[in-house]
């Protein structure tokens, strides 16, 4: 069954405290707004900065899973090459 629904956050725009999440249609998703909302840690309005719930949490476990990787090592016959 296909998701039409995804969570969006809402986050401060000067101290990124999370101001709410909400629940909305894939087709209704809008994450670039104009609008300011009221930071509680603030205690003044705020410009938002929306994304998807999760999102950052799946980038950094997806990074986690690339391949370590290891300082590169000179041939072997590179210096007897003269």
């Known amino acids: 069954?296909?998701?039409?629904?995804v969570d969006i956050v809402s986050l401060c725009g000067e101290c990124g405290?999370?101001?709410e999440t909400v629940t909305v249609k894939k087709d209704n998703m809008?994450?670039?707004?104009k609008e300011l909302a009221h930071c509680s840690k603030c205690q003044a309005?705020?410009?938002?900065v929306r994304d998807v719930a999760g999102r950052l949490d799946f980038i950094e476990?997806?990074?986690q899973s690339y391949p370590q990787s290891v300082p590169a090592e000179p041939f072997p016959d590179q210096n007897s090459g003269k």
């Open 45 to 48: 309005d705020r410009p938002q």
């Open 61 to 63: 476990k997806e990074q």
């Open 30 to 33: 809008m994450l670039f707004t």
């Open 17 to 19: 405290t999370e101001i």
């Open 1 to 5: 069954m296909p998701i039409n629904e």
